[in-house]
C-alpha cells in the first residue's frame, strides 16, 4: 500500500474540482447533519454506508483525519440535496447501485461488511481496474474525485492534510 503522502499527491490533480466545490458554497446547508427524521437527506443508508466505507478507504485516518473524520459522507449528501439538479442525483443513485454490485461481486457478498484488510485489498483491485477501464467505471472515478475533493476542502483537509 502507498504512504499517505504518495495518496495525496496523487489526489492533488483534482484540487481544481475542490476549488470548483468551494465555489459552489460552504454555507451550512452542505454540513454533514441527517434531517429531523434521522435519515439522510439525499442518501438512503446504504448509499451512505458505501460512500463511508469508501472514504475511509480512500482518504484514512492516519497522524491526521480522515475522510469520515472530515464528515465527507454527509458533506456530499448535502451537496446532492442542496445544489445537484435531478439529473445529477439520478445519475449519482445510478452510479452508486452499480459501484455497490460490482464491489459486491468482488467481494462475494456484502463489501461492506467485509473486514477492512479484505476491503482494501478488493479497493485497490477495483480502483486499478477503474482507471483503465471503460465507462462502467466512470461512477466511480466521479465519486472518488468528489470524495478527494470534499476532503480537501474541509478544515481537517485544507488546514491539517494540506499543512
Known sequence: M?????VVQGLILSMGGAAMLSACGGEATLVATESDSGQWRFLSQREMDLITRLSDLIIPRTDTPGA?????PGYIDGLMADW????TQQGQRQALALIDQQLNELAG???IAVDMQQAET???DYDAKAFTGGQEYGGYRNLKSAISSCYFVSEEGAVQELK
Open 2 to 6: 502507498r504512504t499517505r503522502r504518495e
Open 68 to 72: 469520515v473524520d472530515a464528515k465527507v
Open 84 to 87: 445537484a439538479n435531478e439529473a
Open 109 to 111: 457478498g456484502d463489501f
Open 122 to 124: 478488493i479497493l485497490r
